[in-house]
């Protein structure tokens, strides 16, 4: 079985100012971990994922995400945050415990302010 | 063209309706894929096929049917629409490893 926690529904930072968006999964297999980004009444772009390469993986538009298996944990960050990157993220892990299939945090909705 | 096609990318329909919601893909992947999204809820799965003879319920299945028509089609059905199915339905679509999704843009289904 496999799930995924993300410990904040909603953020708010000021623009300029760091990102920290919290995940944390549960697999019985070595996982996938990925990020998916939502702007208003939009689909889903994938900001980055991790497939057991490298634990530090960086994304698109400045975001990047670390893998702790210790902490079971893959917290998104970006140093400086963007009024352009108000949107909902979702955490998402796949595995072989979940048939490969993905398991969808339940969203972190990231306000920016000016 | 969008690798991954849905039609409509919206539609109201009335209690008790049928209603079929059509996913087309060009990516020649195997898997597809169909979820709802709903606010505060992250999208759940619904069904998903591994290839044409292969269908598998997911974790909200009640109340919908589906069917893989070729490698390229997966349509999802409402037999008989209720007010809760309204939602945001995805479909997605995957390599054989599931590392690679590509996910459509979605239909916003409102039942009334």
């Known amino acids: 079985a496999q799930s995924v926690t993300q410990l904040d529904s909603h953020v708010s930072v000021s623009e300029g100012t760091p990102v920290l968006l919290r995940c944390n999964y549960s697999s019985s297999y070595s996982p996938s971990l990925f990020w998916y980004v939502q702007h208003p009444n939009k689909g889903l772009q994938l900001l980055l994922k991790?497939?057991?390469?490298?634990?530090l993986v960086k994304g698109i538009n400045g975001f990047e995400a670390e893998f702790k298996k210790s902490e079971t944990s893959f917290h998104l960050t970006k140093p400086s945050a963007h009024m352009s990157d108000a949107a909902e993220y979702f955490c998402?892990?796949?595995?072989?415990?979940?048939?490969?299939?993905?398991?969808f945090g339940t969203g972190t909705q990231l306000k920016v302010e000016l | 063209d969008a690798d991954v096609t849905q039609t409509p990318r919206n539609r109201i329909t009335k209690t008790g309706k049928r209603i079929m919601l059509e996913c087309s893909q060009t990516k020649g992947h195997d898997r597809m894929y169909w979820y709802r999204q709903d606010p505060g809820l992250g999208l759940r799965l619904i069904y998903y096929?591994?290839?044409?003879?292969?269908?598998n319920k997911g974790e909200i299945s009640d109340g919908y049917s589906v069917s893989r028509q070729a490698q390229a089609k997966f349509s999802l059905s409402l037999e008989s629409a209720i007010p809760n199915q309204t939602a945001l339905y995805f479909c997605?679509?995957?390599?054989?490893?599931?590392?690679?999704?590509?996910f459509g843009s979605g239909t916003r289904l409102t039942v009334v």
């Open positions: 096929s591994f290839d044409v003879k292969d269908i």
């Open positions: 991790y497939t057991s390469a490298a634990t």
């Open positions: 998402v892990v796949s595995g072989k415990g979940g048939g490969n299939k993905l398991t």
């Open positions: 997605a679509t995957s390599d054989f490893d599931a590392r690679g999704y590509t």
